[in-house]
């Protein structure tokens, strides 16, 4: 079968689910700013169903498709489990034939830039958020080993992050390996519709990391996480590949999910009057709603409901680049909603929401992990 005939018989077969109720459109950020039918997912699910059946579409429904955050509050909402953010892929790269060549051009640049370090490395230091804090804590000799997943922009915008998640699991008893700079997840490829390029970074990831024979990968960036928990998607059953990113996909846990059944108490924490932003990749796509809350709550920290927790941050991966007014108006909604509480910090769970809260945020932005890695006391 073509590869366009597969993607068409899975798109169909997801749209075939959506019963038109409409229900996701209330909690569907573009649709609550701009007020338009087609950018809600009901009005893109048409898009996508109309451009796949009869080859139509134009530049008018690149943009709806674009002005989507794939944030997936959508697939939380929907009764009918309608699988929305593995249609919008399909969906765009399907459009991304009829793109104009300057925006294909600049699509490209951006995506280069950010997934090769020695590009983006020198520019990522300028805007560096926070050097590691106090001293690497080794782990205790013959300590159970995980990997961990660096990340390609984390460990130059916030090294600390790693840092403090290696120093909590030395005094966990484990020891963490991170993984090199070079291995990036193959999110940022996947989502700007360069799939062959991701499946290259996959593959690679999936052979390496199988070598290390741990019983857990981690990720702390939300993002990444997802991405690698999905690898298994991206292969067809027959494929050599297939079993192997299944065991890579299983493998893998978010840091909240390592943590959450760890003896935390000996850990010495930052005391600190917090706000909580959860990631739409942790609590949509990982649907792991509320499993750092209750981490912190069980910490002391007991961050303040925040109104709209379920509406994305306007981060979204590449989004903020890519459509400026739209994110930088969920920032605001955001930021409004998580300082309600008078906060002297806020928290996340993904490099992007962090980056990109900080950069409007008077108080400090950080990762809540950093909170456990306290070397002041
Ligand atoms: S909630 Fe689900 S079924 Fe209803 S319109 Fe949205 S995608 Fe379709
Ligand atoms: S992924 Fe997010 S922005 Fe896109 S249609 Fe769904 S709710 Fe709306």
Request: glycine residues 6%.
């Amino acid at each position: 079968m073509q590869t366009n005939q597969i993607a068409n018989f899975k798109a169909n077969e997801i749209i075939r689910k959506c019963v038109h109720c409409g229900f996701c459109l209330a909690t569907c950020p573009t649709y609550q700013l701009l007020g338009s039918e087609l950018d809600s997912p009901r009005g893109r699910i048409y898009l996508i169903k109309s451009s796949l059946e009869k080859n139509h579409f134009s530049g008018e429904s690149i943009k709806h498709l674009d002005r989507c955050l794939t944030c997936r509050a959508c697939e939380t909402t929907c009764p009918s489990g309608v699988e929305y953010g593995k249609l919008i892929d399909i969906g765009r790269e399907f459009v991304e034939q009829k793109r104009p060549v300057w925006q294909k051009a600049m699509r490209y640049s951006i995506r280069k830039l950010l997934t090769t370090p020695v590009l983006f490395n020198p520019i990522g230091r300028i805007s560096r958020h926070s050097k590691k804090q106090g001293e690497a804590i080794e782990p205790i000799v013959n300590s159970k080993k995980v990997l961990l997943l660096g990340g390609c922009v984390q460990p130059v915008l916030a090294p600390n992050i790693n840092h403090s998640i290696k120093n909590i699991l030395a005094k966990l008893g484990f020891e963490a390996i991170e993984t090199p700079q070079k291995q990036c997840c193959g999110a940022v490829d996947q989502h700007l519709s360069a799939e062959h390029d991701a499946l290259i970074k996959i593959k690679s990831n999936i052979d390496t990391w199988i070598e290390f024979d741990v019983d857990t990968i981690i990720s702390s960036a939300s993002g990444c996480g997802l991405m690698v928990k999905d690898y298994a998607s991206l292969f067809t059953q027959g494929d050599d590949y297939y079993q192997k990113a299944q065991e890579i996909s299983n493998k893998t846990q978010d840091i909240a999910e390592f943590l959450i059944d760890k003896d935390l108490s000996k850990l010495e924490l930052e005391q600190a009057n917090i706000s909580y932003h959860e990631p739409c990749t942790l609590q949509h796509g990982q649907k792991l709603a509320g499993l750092v809350n209750s981490i912190l709550d069980s910490l002391g920290y007991s961050p303040a409901p925040v109104k709209d927790s379920h509406l994305c941050c306007g981060s979204a991966g590449t989004y903020s680049i890519f459509q400026p007014d739209l994110s930088n108006k969920l920032k605001k909604n955001k930021l409004n909603n998580l300082n309600a509480s008078n906060p002297q910090m806020i928290v996340t769970a993904n490099i992007g929401c962090l980056m990109h809260l900080q950069k409007d945020s008077e108080i400090p932005v950080k990762h809540w992990v950093e909170l456990l890695d306290n070397q002041t006391n």
